[in-house]
């Protein structure tokens, strides 16, 4: 079912974004400095989208890792308490 929903959400992201660069064929031109440039708007737009999700990609990267340490060091912590307690639990019944 997930595979599925995956899917069709990743066909119509695809239709969508054809039907964009279709729509936005003009071009443009991009001044820097001393560079001028000209491109279509459409390959300009998913040019400055990819250079930001790779810009997220290096700063989330060192964030996610940290969290998944802090997790795991958590998941020890709490197996060790829930063993702790369950030997209390078992000298609690033997003195009943």
Request: avoid cysteine; hydrophobic fraction near 50%.
């Amino acid at each position: 079912m997930k595979q599925t929903t995956n899917l069709g959400l990743t066909i119509i992201t695809l239709i969508f974004v054809v039907i964009f660069t279709l729509q936005n064929t003009s071009e443009v031109s991009i001044t820097l400095l001393f560079w001028n440039i000209k491109t279509s708007l459409a390959l300009l737009i998913f040019s400055l989208f990819s250079i930001g999700v790779i810009i997220a990609i290096f700063v989330l990267t060192p964030i996610i890792i940290a969290l998944k340490s802090t997790l795991k060091k958590d998941k020890k912590i709490i197996s060790e308490l829930q063993e702790t307690s369950d030997v209390y639990s078992e000298k609690e019944v033997e003195n009943y």
